[in-house]
């Protein structure tokens, strides 16, 4: 059992993490690179970099070893241990360059240790330990105790690892009046630098570096910045993984209007009126009432 003192609905912001979910780090820092170059670039590395190392599969594998984190110790060509390349998933990502247009980048998500609840979605506030590294495995930030961070307000490639890890079992409030976690979920992502900071130096990440984060989830709150009723991962409407969406071209996005369609009818009082989980949609157009000026 880890005791932890649990604050709910306060978030604490690491300003190592801080970055704006809309727009990558770009113009500043290093000159920037082509998207197509760099992500081949940082892909070889990321590549280079599983197929040689394994990890402490170990320690996760053993319940009673719930505070350790990930480390590269196993040089999987040396000893024959399965590199962390065999097992990995991959996921795309878009991203975005100055003139709009979209670049995918792929990320490594490894599996570490089974949650026993459900997953956050990218745009959730999760409270979490975390360590980051990068590919020299030098390590530049953890956090051994729980701190909660808004999925949206951290690079792109850390958010993206959440929905990929499950929570804890509720917890149980110990006699001192703080509380333990059991079951947690953990994973770590292996992602490129247009996934972190590209080309934007921070303290002892230099620009252009892939990231590593290894990441303990307890628990998640369901986000929905604006109060409309609309979970703010469904205000992402055209799916691109990004939350600029405008529907009323206002200058203020989706989730941050309480008037999605500027119709003059708040949001939350067209969404679901009949209370049915779905979006109502009364002149059948195939178009939410919320998102439908008509």
Not at 109 to 137: C, H, Q, W
Not at 236 to 265: K, L
Request: include cysteine.
């Amino acid at each position: 059992m880890n005791k932890l003192t649990y604050f709910l609905g306060i978030f604490s912001v690491l300003l190592l993490f801080a970055s704006c979910q809309e727009q990558q780090p770009r113009g500043f820092g290093e000159p920037l690179r082509e998207y197509p170059t760099q992500r081949a670039t940082d892909n070889d590395s990321l590549v280079s970099f599983m197929k040689r190392w394994s990890y402490n599969h170990e320690d996760y594998a053993n319940a009673a070893n719930k505070d350790k984190h990930i480390t590269f110790t196993i040089d999987s060509l040396k000893t024959g241990k399965t590199p962390i390349f065999d097992q990995v998933q991959e996921i795309t990502l878009k991203v975005k360059d100055n003139n709009d247009t979209y670049h995918d980048h792929t990320a490594y998500i490894l599996p570490l240790r089974e949650g026993v609840g459900s997953s956050p979605t990218i745009a959730d506030s999760v409270f979490v330990t975390y360590k980051g590294m990068t590919l020299n495995r030098i390590q530049f930030d953890e956090s051994k105790s729980p701190i909660w961070f808004e999925s949206l307000g951290v690079v792109k490639g850390f958010g993206a690892l959440m929905p990929h890890i499950k929570k804890a079992a509720p917890p149980t409030i110990n006699t001192d009046g703080t509380y333990s976690f059991s079951g947690f979920g953990s994973a770590a992502v292996f992602m490129p630098s247009a996934l972190g900071y590209y080309n934007a130096t921070q303290s002892s990440i230099p620009a252009y570096s892939p990231l590593i984060f290894a990441v303990d989830l307890y628990t998640y709150n369901t986000t929905d910045h604006d109060g409309d009723s609309v979970p703010t991962h469904l205000e992402d409407v055209d799916g691109d993984g990004y939350f600029d969406d405008d529907t009323d071209s206002d200058g203020v996005p989706n989730f941050r209007d309480t008037d999605d369609d500027n119709d003059g009818t708040l949001t939350r009082e067209e969404y679901d009126k009949n209370k049915d989980g779905t979006p109502d949609d009364t002149d059948a157009d195939g178009t939410p009432d919320y998102l439908d000026k008509d």
